[in-house]
């Protein structure tokens, strides 16, 4: 595949995790250039720097899909005053489309900290705070003729998603009524006479962000002028959507094992943790980047550890189980593979290069034995 837009990779990530899902704080989705901008291959990295906008541009990439988006507070000015404005305005100049996938690729269940959960080789994964908040029940009611149609044409816009299983419905049948009014055409029943219609009432779950799209759908495949259909806000959490992550370890390892597991899985020269307590490691919470906010639910969750970045110094204390800062770099540096794998899923031969050298904002000095 030699050439796509920058419209197909909006798209393809609208699919992976959607913009919607993204914090408020935040500022993920096209930072940089247009969508209908073509691109012949794209650069992935963790954070943006001025080297690699050079390195994008000798490799002829016209896009460049960073974690953390270079623009994240208003701009005032473009000129060459801060490396944020070098970066955007060199972008611009050599024609590169900046995008970012930031908090909307934490908080899906097969994003950043599925990622790493699979390098830690964590399984049972959950999500460790689902969000709330997110889900409601679509109800519509269909002739029996077309309840199948319709069905498949909601779970095809991901209506019905729940844990390890798709295409979840209640069905129960009764009858609806109605009189066609003067100016429309019934799909079945007269003009100005009260019908009755045996029908299937079709309930499913439907993620709020999903919500427009499934009711096009549903509404597409439904034969009716006049679709009726109720949405109900639920509380239920959303088990696929939400922060940090939680898994067991093939085998128990003791707090040491498992430090140096952890170091050698991230490369990383030093970790920053609690006191040890001669633990065994079991169930392990993670969360990539700044995740301290999570230590009530990974307490909650049964977790032996927690492992996360940005712990600030009392966090440690009185934790309730191992808690170890493993550096925000570390934690997210599967990130640009992730997308990398997104990317080839969609689009197999497409051009999916790394930035060659990993911005690093942390270095670490050891002291020499
Ligand atoms: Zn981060």
Redesign the pocket.
């Known amino acids: 595949m030699n050439e796509l837009f920058v419209k197909d990779f909006l798209a393809l990530f609208e699919e992976e995790a959607p913009l919607a899902l993204q914090e408020q704080y935040d500022n993920a989705g096209l930072l940089v250039g247009s969508p209908e901008q073509a691109v012949k291959s794209v650069m992935l990295c963790l954070d943006l720097s001025e080297a690699i906008v050079e390195q994008a541009a000798a490799k002829g990439c016209g896009l460049i899909i960073a ?2 988006p270079v623009i994240f507070k208003g701009l005032k000015s473009l000129g060459t005053r801060t490396e944020v404005e070098r970066i955007v305005v060199s972008a611009i100049r050599k024609g590169i489309s900046i995008m970012a996938m930031h908090t909307n690729l934490d908080n899906v269940f097969h994003g950043v900290n599925h990622i790493f959960a699979e390098k830690l080789g964590l399984e049972n994964l959950h999500i460790l705070r689902p969000v709330e908040g997110d889900l409601c029940k679509l109800v519509t009611f269909c002739p029996l003729s077309h309840a199948p149609a319709v069905r498949e044409a909601m779970f095809e816009a991901k209506a019905g998603h729940i844990g390890n299983y798709d295409s979840c419905s209640f069905n129960s049948e009764g009858f609806g009524t109605f009189r066609a009014l003067e100016g429309a055409d019934p799909f079945v029943g007269q003009v100005g006479t009260i019908h009755s219609e045996p029908e299937i009432r079709i309930e499913t779950i439907v993620p709020l962000h999903q919500l427009t799209a499934v009711v096009a759908a549903m509404t597409n495949a439904h034969p009716y002028q006049e679709v009726a259909y109720d949405v109900y806000p639920l509380k239920n959490a959303n088990q696929g959507i939400g922060a940090g992550m939680v898994g067991t370890l093939k085998e128990p390892m003791s707090e040491l094992e498992f430090l140096k597991h952890l170091g050698e899985v991230l490369g990383i020269p030093a970790l920053r943790h609690n006191t040890l307590r001669g633990r065994m490691i079991s169930k392990v919470a993670i969360c ?3 995740g301290a906010f999570l230590l009530p639910d990974a307490r909650k969750a049964g977790a032996d550890a927690f492992v996360t970045a940005d712990i600030k110094y009392h966090d440690f204390f009185d934790a309730g189980l191992l808690l170890v800062d493993a550096g ?1 770099y570390e934690t ?1 540096q599967f990130t640009p593979q992730l997308m990398a794998r997104m990317i080839k899923k969609k689009f197999p031969t497409f051009a999916v290069l790394f930035s060659e050298h990993e911005y690093r904002a942390v270095h670490y000095f050891v002291k020499p034995q």
């Open positions: 974690h953390h990539g980047g700044s925000h997210e």
